[in-house]
């Protein structure tokens, strides 16, 4: 038993000199000491074969070599993958740089090339201008007759709509439909713009009609839709469409509205007084008043003076206006109109800075009432109804007559909102251009109610204009003597009141 004991021991010790050289732990020598332990008898008869052990020290040397000998081949091809893909930058950095020389190159002779064509259709151009001119002369001078000239500069759009419409037989409701008004009353708004904007035929292209200046201007502002459609509806560029619609609203505004829409003469007053009284039973009235307020774009400038605050809060969604003031006859026919003031204001701040406070002030009102709503205070001229919480029966006939006034400048700002659908969308319009394209609209109303146009029922729309009660309702003790004078006056001759009955 000794002896295996001393083979083993001998085993162990060049089996560990051999794995301290290499660092490894081998397998095979481990499961060779477990065995020899466990069979000494077989352990022995190893020990007595030279050549068995030699046979395990080649094994194990063969398996060190294969070991070192595939170490170093994934050496070798880590350095061969470093090496290839160093090689494959290397020619795409250089692909690369010759793609971005080849396109620089390329974009560098397309420049030319556009440049060179430019001044060539220049040159072109200027030759032909000069020749036809030089043509037109020469035809001119020698009396015979004018060669037709190509139409240069301008691109041809169809404007088969217009022609459509623009014919002798074209039916008078779609004309009104389209136009708000019939083909008599087109015709005489037409006729007394015809001097202020009909243009003359040039040598490069021939000018827009009047009529159809002016039918581009009335369908923008009957329709409202934008300047794309109105462009595609009569064949012009939206740019020169644009300019149209301020052409004519300006003309309109300098040429009509001094004859269709002007303060009444003292003769007028006298008449309007008769009607209202007629009507209502209130003496010396001479207008009635209301102030509406237009959607616009959120301005650049000034956000906050054109916040319209009580509209944005019943329609749930930020909204922006300017104010239009009009005071009407009796007819329904604006004889004064301020425009333009911030949304944010009141109606009793827009009263104050329009023109017709200034002249009010300066005594072209007295003894005269225009009858307002409860946004505007009671001043010398200005009848206003009562607004305090517990109205006495005297009061409550009076409110009713007064609002039987009022309803007639309402209905005015119906009409005009229902016929001029710009009025009631945000318009593409510039902001210090509003003032002229909204005071045209105005003397179109006139125009159409002078003309007894009926407007289509289907076109009547719903004001919603707050009336917030002035700070300080009452600025006149003449007026509130006055007012309560008038108010026992209808009750007593059975003028108002009976309602309550």
């Known amino acids: 038993m000794g002896e295996p004991t001393s083979s083993k021991k001998r085993r162990r010790g060049v089996g560990a000199k051999v794995i301290n050289k290499e660092d490894d732990p081998i397998i095979i020598n ?3 000491n477990n065995n020899n332990n466990n069979n000494p008898v077989e352990s022995k008869e190893d020990e007595d074969n030279p050549s068995k052990k030699t046979r395990d020290l080649k094994g194990i040397f063969t398996s060190i070599l294969l070991l070192e000998q595939e170490k170093e081949e994934t050496f070798n091809n880590n350095i061969s993958s470093d090496e290839e893909k160093s090689l494959l930058d290397t020619n795409n950095n250089k692909k690369t740089n010759t793609m971005l020389d080849f396109y620089s190159n390329l974009e ?23 020749a036809a001119a030089v043509a037109v002369k ?13 139409r240069l500069w301008v691109r041809e759009r169809s404007n088969a709509w217009w022609d459509e419409c623009n014919r002798p037989d074209f039916p008078e409701e779609e004309f009104r439909k389209a136009f708000r008004m019939s083909k008599s009353t087109f015709d005489l708004v037409c006729d007394e713009l015809n001097s202020v904007i009909v243009k003359e035929d040039t040598t490069l292209r021939n000018a827009i009609p009047v009529r159809q200046r002016v039918a581009v201007c009335i369908w923008r502002l009957a329709t409202g839709e934008p300047l794309r459609l109105v462009s595609k509806r ?3 560029g939206i740019s020169t469409c644009h300019k149209l619609v301020l052409e004519v609203c300006t003309a309109i505004r300098s040429v009509l509205m001094p004859k269709y829409l002007q303060w009444p003469t003292d003769d007028g007053l006298r008449e309007i007084k008769v009607e209202f009284e007629t009507a209502s039973g209130i003496p010396n009235v001479v207008g009635s008043m209301y102030t509406t307020h237009i959607p616009i774009i959120a301005p650049k400038i000034s956000v906050a003076a054109y916040f319209n605050k009580r509209h944005t809060e019943r ?16 007819k329904g026919l604006f004889t004064d109109v301020c425009i ?30 225009i009858v307002g709503g409860s946004g505007y205070p009671l001043l010398d001229w200005v009848l206003v109804p009562y607004t305090q919480a517990h109205l006495t029966w005297t009061q409550h006939a009076f409110n009713e007559k007064i609002g039987e006034i009022q309803g007639v400048a ?7 909102k229902g016929r001029w659908s710009c009025l009631q ?8 251009d509003l003032p002229v394209v909204l005071g045209a609209c105005c003397v179109l109303h006139n125009i159409c109610e002078m003309m007894n146009e009926e407007i289509d029922p289907q076109l009547r729309i719903e004001l919603f204009d707050d009336e917030m009660v002035p700070e300080v309702p009452l600025r006149s003790p003449i007026s509130l003597k006055a007012r309560d004078a008038i108010a026992h006056n209808l009750l007593h001759h059975g003028l108002a009141g009976t309602s309550f009955l």
């Open 30 to 32: 481990t499961n060779n």
């Open 108 to 130: 560098d002779y397309y420049t030319d090339v556009e440049d060179s064509a430019h001044r060539i259709k220049h040159k072109r151009s200027r030759a032909t201008a000069v």
């Open 138 to 150: 020469t035809a001119g001078g020698s009396g015979g007759q004018q060669q037709q000239q190509r």
């Open 234 to 236: 009569f064949g012009l």
């Open 315 to 330: 329609n749930q969604k930020t909204s922006y206006s300017i104010t239009v003031q009009g005071v009407v006859d009796p």
């Open 340 to 369: 333009g003031w911030p949304g944010s204001m009141n109606d009793d701040q827009v009263l104050e800075r329009s023109a017709l406070f200034q002249r009010a002030n300066g005594g072209l009102l007295n003894d005269t009432w």
């Open 410 to 416: 309402k209905e005015a700002f119906t009409r005009l």
């Open 425 to 432: 969308k945000r318009t593409e319009v510039k902001l210090q």
